[in-house]
């Protein structure tokens, strides 16, 4: 396990030095991760990463050959040093669980602890749960646009670096993907790694004939050919299907064939009636090619014959949407014993944060299977299920939505109790398959690709007049 300890922006190092010179280093503040938008002009975005938040805060300590260099920058003295040096995680962090579905200005962790230690994890947490939620949102829109097909993750040779390529294709996986290329994470995560021949294998023999056959004498029982080095219709598919007959003499039954070329609507179909003329019904028709959830929606419309889907470089950069916007920040601070809140505002309204000490409570119908609506309360906020409960529509304030029969579930849940792991780590199957029931708990509507309907989150009345007081307050100078 690598030391990320200074995986960290170089303010949080000098506001922690300054909050020591202050001698506030040990006072107890509370931050709040939360993003404002949506990747992609989705809905909803998946939460990924916590496993690897968990790695890094586990592993939190300075060596010696970080306090040298450290040292050596000149920036600070011995007694920060010092104190890095005794740098241990006491405080608390309360999480969604990995694979919730959230929507935006939602807490999706909270963390409370000393302002020394909740300093320095900022840029971390940021850094490994953006890029992971991004990419399983991205995984989950590319997988809902093939509507049931396979979708496997092609993307490492493009992913911005190593571990992009790991952790995205861990991210992608969770949100949706059946596999990925990527052997490394294969083997780090157990999730299915596939592939098959390049172009390169192809060219490198006399003939394509000779080529498939030469790979289908190594893989007899996994035999998937790419036929559109020369041309897909008139030698790829010919030539495929020669060697399908011959595998078929020898008892063998032939995979597939993929296309990364060309017009995928038109080949496919092409292929699909020369496999089926020729008695391969049961062949798959493997598509590549540049692909992305527009593209393959597109091409389902156009009733495209393709079985399963490799998508690289859009999926693996989310390349509409390269970044997820997350943020961290202060929301409370603790005075003699008692958590007072904390707001920040702008210009902007959308930067005005929700102040406090939060937790986010999810509605469900009776049956707990659709989910409903979310609600941002302060922590000592409880709702009797008995009673109705009404909401607000996030955008459209005039529009309201009573519940009446309902169930009710918080969305936070313990990551670390004093510094002591309390959240069950699971493998990234039982997260997948945990994301899937979150997928399945939203309405269609807030599914599709294109204008999806927009889940309602509402703050709770008690949140609602807190923060306009404060807004209030502070614009009258009284901050």
């Given at each position: 396990m690598r030391n990320q300890t200074l995986l960290t922006d170089l303010y949080q190092l000098t506001m922690m030095n300054g909050y020591l010179k202050n001698d506030i280093a040990e006072d107890v503040v509370v931050f709040d991760v939360f993003f404002r938008k949506n990747p992609s002009d989705n809905s909803f975005t998946i939460v990924a990463g916590i496993d690897q938040v968990i790695d890094y805060i586990?592993?939190?300590?300075?060596?010696e050959e970080d306090l040298n260099y450290l040292r050596n920058t000149n920036l600070f003295d011995e007694d920060f040093i010092n104190a890095l040096k005794q740098f241990k995680f006491t405080g608390d962090i309360y999480t969604v669980q990995e694979g919730s579905i959230m929507f935006p200005y939602e807490p999706i962790m909270r963390v409370k602890a000393t302002c020394f230690q909740a300093q320095l994890i900022e840029t971390a947490i940021l850094n490994i749960i953006n890029f992971q939620s991004l990419i399983a949102t991205k995984a989950s829109r590319v997988c809902e646009a093939a509507k049931g097909d396979a979708v496997f993750e092609f993307g490492l040779r493009r992913a911005q670096g190593p571990d992009a390529g790991i952790y995205g294709a861990r991210a992608a996986y969770i949100g949706g993907c059946a596999g990925t290329s990527n052997v490394l994470a294969g083997k780090m995560f157990n999730i299915p790694i596939t592939g098959t021949m390049a172009h390169s294998w192809v060219?490198?023999?006399?003939?394509?004939?000779?080529?498939f056959r030469a790979y289908a004498k190594v893989y007899p029982n996994n035999c998937l050919l790419l036929v559109d080095t020369y041309d897909t219709i008139n030698s790829g598919i010919p030539n495929a299907i020669k060697v399908f007959n011959e595998l078929k003499e020898k008892g063998y039954q032939p995979v597939g064939v993929r296309i990364d070329s060309g017009d995928i609507a038109y080949l496919s179909k092409k292929t699909r009636k020369l496999l089926d003329d020729?008695?391969?019904?049961?062949?798959?028709?493997?598509?590549?090619?540049?692909?992305d959830e527009e593209t393959i929606y597109s091409l389902k419309i156009q009733e495209a014959t393709v079985t399963s889907w490799g998508v690289g470089t859009?999926?693996?950069t989310s390349k509409d949407c390269p970044a997820l916007g997350g943020v961290y920040k202060l929301v409370a601070v603790e005075e003699n014993g008692k958590l007072q809140p904390k707001?920040?505002?702008?210009?902007?309204?959308?930067k005005i944060t929700n102040p406090g000490y939060k937790k986010v409570v999810r509605i469900y119908d009776e049956t707990k299977k659709y989910a409903l609506g979310d609600i941002i309360m302060l922590e000592d906020e409880i709702i009797d299920p008995k009673e109705p409960l009404t909401i607000f529509h996030p955008i459209y304030t005039w529009k309201k939505k009573t519940f009446r029969h309902y169930s009710l579930r918080e969305m936070l849940i313990p990551l670390y109790i004093n510094g002591k792991l309390e959240y069950e780590r699971k493998t990234v199957q039982e997260i997948k398959e945990y994301t899937n029931k979150e997928l399945n708990s939203l309405w269609p509507e807030y599914r599709r690709l294109n204008r999806p309907q927009i889940y309602k989150v509402d703050l709770s009345q008690k949140l609602w007049d807190l923060k306009n007081e404060m807004v209030k307050s502070l614009r009258e100078g009284k901050n």
């Open positions: 586990n592993n939190l300590h300075f060596d060219q490198k023999f006399d003939n394509e004939l000779e080529a020729a008695g391969f019904n049961e062949v798959k028709i493997v598509a590549s090619s540049d692909l859009n999926l693996i707001i920040k505002i702008s210009e902007n309204p959308e």
